[in-house]
């Protein structure tokens, strides 16, 4: 191996390694930090979640609802990290009720059904967070209902549950039709506790049948698909639409993440929430 060869490979890993810093970095604004800082600002607005809402391998739907004129008093909080389950929801619930938020946006569920898929797509999250426990629909209901239920008793924020989103876009697919199944649980769920439900997974799909967009992809696992977009993000001027579009996508980018353009209609179903009501 020429001593070059050995430079471009040294250089490649440590452009990687800057990458995954990017794409895994902690969002500074989370519940953590917000209860050690202490901020004044108020009313304080909770997003809760995994990936999509974390925002750095998707479009930044949080980031930008802070930056929206009418909020700069507000505290927004973005309690999203990469990969989450429901029961990485419940471990959050201790700070949150210590934040005694204004509002919280509760956006999980992806991880979830994705786990349901296979044994392989299992396998990968028990290595993440040595599950020690299935992942099923039940686990799903159960979970989902004890995280609402206990924002509902044991805060007073004003509690809004979105829908998860599509997966892939084909939706005669079999990982489409799961999120689907996730969705109406979700619904079910969200009307059983009385609480605001949000039909992101509802409008998405509505969206891509009225886009007309053939054919559509669907969902596979493929690790490397997602990387390598995330690459592009970070070591281009490409936007997470153009990243969609390149992968053959209209509102995701890797047959998972939210681009601008799907992040704006959860975006805009979050703003309907927190902005006051105009006569």
Not at 26 to 54: C, M, Q, R, W, Y
Not at 117 to 144: A, C, G, H, M, Q
Request: charged residues 25%; hydrophobic residues 35%; glycine residues 4%.
């Amino acid at each position: 191996m020429t001593h070059l060869t050995k430079l471009w490979i040294l250089s490649f890993f440590i452009f990687e390694s800057c990458v995954i810093f990017q794409a895994t970095k902690v969002p500074t604004n989370n519940l953590k930090a917000a209860i050690e800082t202490k901020s004044n600002k108020t009313p304080t607005v909770v997003f809760l979640g995994d990936s999509i809402t974390h925002g750095r391998v998707s479009y930044d739907y949080v980031g930008s609802i802070a930056k929206h004129p009418a909020l700069a008093d507000y505290q927004v909080i973005n309690e999203g990290i990469n990969s989450r389950l429901t029961v990485q929801i419940l471990e959050q619930l201790e700070n949150l009720k210590e934040l005694k938020p204004d509002y919280v946006f509760l956006l999980i569920g992806t991880n979830d059904l994705k786990a349901t898929l296979s044994e392989e797509e299992y396998k990968r999250y028990e290595k993440i967070w040595k599950l020690k426990d299935p992942v099923s629909e039940t686990s799903f209901v159960n979970n989902l209902t004890k995280i609402i239920q206990t924002i509902q008793k044991e805060t007073k924020a004003k509690l809004i549950v979105f829908s998860p989103p599509i997966l892939g876009e084909d939706s005669n697919s079999i990982p489409f039709q799961r999120s689907k199944r996730f969705a109406e649980l979700t619904k079910q769920v969200s009307t059983k506790e009385n609480t605001i439900y949000k039909p992101l997974h509802e409008a998405l799909s509505k969206g891509l049948e009225e886009s007309n967009l053939s054919p559509r992809k669907s969902y596979t696992q493929n690790t490397w698909s997602m990387y390598w977009t995330i690459l592009k993000y970070y070591s281009t001027t490409y936007s997470w639409n153009d990243l969609g579009e390149t992968n053959g996508y209209y509102y995701l980018t890797d047959a998972i993440h939210l681009n601008e353009r799907g992040g704006k209609i959860l975006e805009t179903m979050a703003l309907q929430e927190i902005l006051p009501k105009k006569e």
